[in-house]
């Protein structure tokens, strides 16, 4: 008996659009690709901005320049969305669920502005939406929340999921480099922007978080609750202090529980300890650090971007997605739990290193430790380094609410013998509360 035969249609063919292509038509994989879809899979179209282009490996009789075209032709079984934006991204995925079509996308940005509404759309027309690689590139983290742990109770989630960022600090950690030199060097080696802001000012892991938070906890996928920071206020001092102190600096996007139905999603740089197993995620690598009430600590680690990598999760969607198919059954969208809220980040407690310029004279310690207490903010400890006529101080908290500390960085602003207050910077894991 002939196997059954699905109809492909591809949106994007960049670095992760081509290398799907390529992978699709590898002649070596046929048999294992057919198997693990239990169907012949037929690409019927590839959908790109400018046809001009040559595209090794993509066949220019399947390009087209009209993406809702293709995704609206009758006899698609299911598209891949890797052109990336949002409003004909949207466009595309509404298409393609509204036809009863099913979609596999590698966007974290449509995922993060209206990844339920797509989700529920999806359910009702009996279809998959499938984002595996929207997260973490090549890392399955998104099934594993999904199916491994869809029992569990999920306490925290961390991740190093911009690897750009995480390229920058593992660049000014091993060679001294200060921020603008690595950034400079990270764009030279394609691994940042000609505009870097929406990985620097974490812009982008803060759409992972969501993503990650509505799997691992069960939000609905929108809003802006993400309280977001990002590292190019980093100096080498603040570098440097970490390593001596015994940790790394690293840039996190956080999910995690406070108190039985509140959750805090955050992005921002933060002090890990040499131990943790994040600390030694160098270069562009990235890693998802899970911790469930039973299942104890977990880790994934791998590539989280670049073309090929990303499109081995695309893939693994796709073959999912045509095996649900072929067996007329789809995947249950995750579930959202109401009872959930977002909390107001100042009330949440951490562990904070914090760094002043002060000028080196009589009594300016006494000054600052006063308006630390005056916030109920308490040191743990503390260094002091001197240069010329200015001092740095150096502290590490107890645990403190965000909002005093806060309050206390307005304080030390205002004190005269403040120069500069210059980094305020979480600590994973930072002591007893
Ligand atoms: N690259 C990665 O490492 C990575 C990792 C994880 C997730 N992702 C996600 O994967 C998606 C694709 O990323 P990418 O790096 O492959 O992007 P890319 O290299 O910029 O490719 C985008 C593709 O979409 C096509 N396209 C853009 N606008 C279009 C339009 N209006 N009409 C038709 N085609 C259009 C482009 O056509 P032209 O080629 O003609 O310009 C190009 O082929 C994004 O959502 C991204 O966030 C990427």
């Known amino acids: 008996m002939d ?5 492909v249609a591809v949106v994007g063919a960049g670095n992760v659009g081509r290398a799907l292509v390529q992978m699709l038509h590898d002649s070596e994989r046929q048999i294992a690709l057919d198997d693990a879809a ?12 400018d046809l001009s282009v040559v595209r090794p490996g993509v066949p220019a009789a399947l390009l087209t320049d009209d993406p809702l075209g293709l995704v609206t032709r009758e006899d698609v079984d299911i598209v891949v969305e890797v052109m990336g934006g949002v409003d004909l991204a949207r466009q595309v995925a509404e298409a393609t669920l509204a036809r009863g079509a099913s979609l596999v996308t590698a966007n974290k940005a449509l995922m993060a502005a209206c990844g339920t509404e797509l989700a529920r759309r999806a359910d009702e027309r009996g279809a998959d939406l499938m984002y595996e690689a929207s997260v973490g590139g090549a890392i399955p983290i998104i099934r594993a929340l999904r199916t491994s742990l869809a029992g569990e109770r999920i306490s925290r989630v961390i991740g190093i999921v911009n690897g750009t960022t995480n390229y920058v600090l593992t660049e000014m950690t091993q060679r001294g480099l200060d921020y603008e030199s690595a950034l400079a060097e990270a764009q030279v080696l394609g691994y940042a922007e000609a505009d870097p802001r929406a990985d620097v000012e974490g812009f982008d892991a803060a759409a992972k978080v969501q993503i990650l938070a509505s799997l691992a906890i069960g939000t609905a996928l929108a809003g802006e609750e993400i309280s977001r920071e990002g590292i190019s206020g980093l100096r080498s001092v603040d570098v440097d202090f970490a390593r001596r102190a015994g940790y790394v600096i690293k840039a996190l996007g956080v999910v995690e529980r406070v108190g039985e139905h509140g959750l805090s999603r955050r992005t ?3 002090l890990v300890p040499l131990d943790h197993p994040l600390a030694s995620v160098h ?5 998802v650090f899970v911790e469930g009430d039973k299942s104890g600590p977990l880790m994934w680690l791998g590539r989280g971007a670049g073309g090929e990598a990303t499109a081995t999760a695309v893939l693994g969607d796709l073959l999912h997605a045509a095996r649900n198919r ?3 059954r789809h995947d249950q969208p995750f579930t959202v739990d109401d009872r959930l809220f977002a909390v107001d980040e100042g009330e949440v407690s951490s562990v904070f290193y914090i760094s002043l310029d002060v000028v080196d ?4 310690l006494a000054q600052v430790a006063g308006v630390f207490g005056r916030h109920d903010v308490s040191i743990q400890s503390m260094e002091q380094s001197g240069f010329a006529h200015e001092a740095r101080l150096s502290f ?3 645990h403190a609410r965000t909002r005093d500390v806060e309050a206390t960085l307005a304080d030390l602003n205002r004190l005269s013998a403040v120069e500069r207050v210059g980094a305020c910077i979480r600590v994973v894991d930072g002591g007893s509360r």
Do not use: D, F, K, Q
């Open 396 to 398: 590490v908290s107890h």
């Open 361 to 364: 004279e009589p009594g300016v």
């Open 38 to 49: 239990t169907a012949t899979l037929e690409v019927v179209g590839v959908a790109v901005r």
């Open 268 to 270: 921002h740089p933060a």
């Open 326 to 328: 072929i067996a007329g």
């Open 3 to 7: 196997a059954p035969h699905l109809r």
């Open 283 to 287: 270069g562009a690598m990235n890693a």
